[in-house]
């Protein structure tokens, strides 16, 4: 399976707590997001029925189980620049990441709620992932203080 390791890096680092539950897609939800959204990246997709929707490391980002346009959640008038974005979860500080479903296999864009800028990553979902994760051999998901100076 595309998620094994970071499942492996989950189940390895994560606390046990209600703050780390997540909703694993069937291959029905799975298929009826993809027909609701056909231009959706396969890794979004596959990630949802591998790892699930719901937040990891203890809040430090959200995947949703389907992406939103900024209506959905009451921010499209703040927003405007973000219209045309569809957003699969956010970092629990008001930042969002998405992509440009009118675009086939889109690349991660981020809104970053302070300044209403769009970054465009130019990184595919389960890269973007594994950063929101510090997926890396040589670091643990949540780096001691010390290890940020």
Not at 71 to 96: K, Q, R, T, V
Not at 124 to 148: C, G, H, L, N, R
């Amino acid at each position: 399976m595309k998620y094994d390791q970071i499942k492996q890096f989950l189940t390895k680092t994560e606390d046990q707590t209600d703050s780390n539950v997540r909703k694993i897609l069937n291959a029905q939800q799975a298929d009826e997001l993809q027909q609701s959204f056909p231009n959706l990246p396969s890794e979004y997709i596959d990630y949802l029925k591998g790892i699930g929707a719901g937040s990891f490391l203890q809040n430090r980002f959200m995947v949703y189980e389907s992406p939103l346009d900024l209506s959905a959640i009451g921010l499209n008038e703040i927003y405007p620049s973000a219209s045309h974005i569809h957003f699969f979860g956010d970092n629990f500080a008001g930042d969002f990441a998405g992509f440009d479903l009118s675009q086939k296999d889109s690349l991660v864009i981020e809104l970053w709620h302070d300044t209403g800028e769009l970054n465009y990553t130019n990184k595919k979902f389960q890269s973007y992932i594994k950063e929101q994760m510090q997926d890396d051999e040589k670091e643990t998901a949540v780096k001691p203080w010390w290890k940020f100076w």
